[in-house]
């Protein structure tokens, strides 16, 4: 396979289960409606980070790193995982927030906490300038004589989900799926791009559809175009099919903006939850959903063809979030 010569670390047994969705189909108007649960994992409460993970550890364990640096928002999924993969590992973790230090531990903050992850907290601050802070505290740890790795390759960690579109592809055949369909979600696009990737590698017969839960349509799409070119660097190898080709992009799903919740959203997360036993939590997977829904109700998910959402986790944050549904 593409990914194979690429170092990576086993943190995961997969393939993640494929179930059918039958009473929130039902509910929605599509009988075929199948979860890919990425949110049922064994370590860290699971998502999708652990793929990207398997191939940032595993370059950091070939660069032979002492220190895992990463970096995120208040409620991070990546850094939460990255602090249960390197607590695995054995490795010290070190996670740098864009945020103000929070009163309580509560959500992911609480789970990095108990995984042993030191928190350094830089304020409200970009993406941007968040970046040149993680690079400058890691030339201080290399001034004392650590051997830092610095997770966030997209290139590389786009590999996860590439991976993952093989996984499905396999998987849905193994079990009579003829899937025609994949709706995932669209933010940093490490996991969109990637999988979008993987399914052109592998010449799956799905189309992808990647939902935007934080940029403009545009921006995602740039954002989309740079990490598959990156990919194909990575693994050495170029899809016979474009983006354009394997994919579709949406922000009609946006609301307000990134962490927002919409009416629409939260009704989605009390569909599910009632009528599947499945939990979604409000930044990603809840607006991803009702995208879903929306599609199938314009025609543009045909009720007699399969269709897959990924579910990527982030059940942590949940535990965060109760405040939008007591109004």
């Not at 509910?27 to 890919?36: D, T």
């Not at 040149?132 to 051997?147: F, S, T, V």
């Amino acid at each position: 396979m593409f990914f194979e010569n690429l170092p990576r670390i086993n943190l995961q047994e997969f393939p993640t289960p494929l179930e059918l969705l039958p009473r929130f189909g039902e509910a929605i108007g599509h009988p075929r409606l199948y979860i890919k649960r990425d949110d049922v994992m064994s370590i860290g409460l699971g998502g999708n980070k652990i793929r990207n993970l398997e191939f940032w550890l595993g370059e950091a364990k070939r660069q032979n790193a002492d220190l895992i640096l990463a970096a995120g928002g208040l409620q991070s999924n990546q850094c939460r995982l990255t602090a249960a993969a390197a607590a695995k590992l054995g490795l010290e973790c070190v996670l740098v927030h864009n945020d103000t230090k929070p009163d309580k531990l509560e959500g992911n903050q609480l789970l990095n906490y108990l995984f042993g992850a030191k928190s350094v907290f830089l304020g409200t601050i970009s993406e941007q300038e968040r970046q040149i802070q993680m690079e400058l505290l890691a030339e201080a740890y290399r001034e004392q004589g650590r051997r830092p790795y610095l997770i966030g390759d997209p290139g590389l960690g786009a590999m996860g989900y590439a991976a993952a579109a093989v996984e499905l592809k396999e998987q849905s055949t193994q079990l009579g799926i003829d899937l025609k369909h994949v709706v995932i979600v669209g933010s940093m696009c490490i996991t969109a791009a990637g999988f979008a990737f993987g399914t052109a590698l592998s010449e799956a017969d799905f189309h992808v559809h990647i939902i935007s839960v934080e940029y403009p349509l545009q921006e995602m799409i740039d954002r989309c175009k740079t990490i598959w070119e990156q990919a194909k660097i990575v693994c050495g190898q170029s899809p016979k099919r474009s983006l354009e080709d394997i994919a579709s992009f949406y922000d009609d799903y946006l609301g307000s903006g990134y962490a927002i919740p919409t009416r629409e959203s939260i009704k989605t997360i009390l569909l599910l939850a009632r009528l599947e036993g499945i939990l979604l939590e409000n930044v990603y997977m809840a607006k991803t959903l009702y995208g879903l829904t929306d599609l199938i109700s314009r025609g543009i998910l045909p009720p007699e063809e399969a269709v897959g959402f990924v579910h990527t986790g982030g059940i942590g944050a949940l535990f965060s979030q109760s405040s939008f549904f007591q109004s």
